[in-house]
């Protein structure tokens, strides 16, 4: 099992940044992609970036390429996902999740947060 706690969520103003964290526990030395997807009221969860173990393999929806940025701290067994540029559209409860395949699709993955919530505001 692998247990994924995300913070760093809030209320911004668009134009705004917020980084969000996600610390992974547990059997962590079974993950390979750790990513990030997102999900609005009344939205399918959708798919943010995605980031390999060792820190390859990088790819973003084209919603947040240019604006957001992906990292991971294996040492601290943590993914960081940096969010320049706010806009209202990014509003959602974001979550954390991993698993062996680096993948857009959130059925490929393993293990998920509880999420955090994030609030742009215009």
């Known amino acids: 099992q692998v247990q994924l706690v995300e913070s760093g969520g809030g209320l911004v103003q668009a134009g705004g940044s917020l980084r969000l964290s996600c610390v992974a526990s547990g059997r962590t030395f079974s993950m390979n992609a750790m990513g990030w997807f997102r999900q609005a009221p009344g939205k399918a969860r959708e798919f943010i970036a995605v980031?390999?173990?060792?820190?390859?393999?990088?790819t973003y929806a084209d919603s947040v390429k240019g604006r957001f940025t992906i990292s991971r701290d294996n040492a601290r067994n943590t993914v960081y996902l940096q969010m320049n540029s706010l806009i209202p559209e990014d509003t959602a409860v974001y979550y954390c999740t991993t698993g062996n395949t680096v993948a857009t699709t959130a059925s490929l993955y393993d293990y998920w947060g509880r999420g955090t919530q994030v609030t742009v505001s215009s």
């Open positions: 980031i390999e173990r060792y820190g390859g393999g990088i």
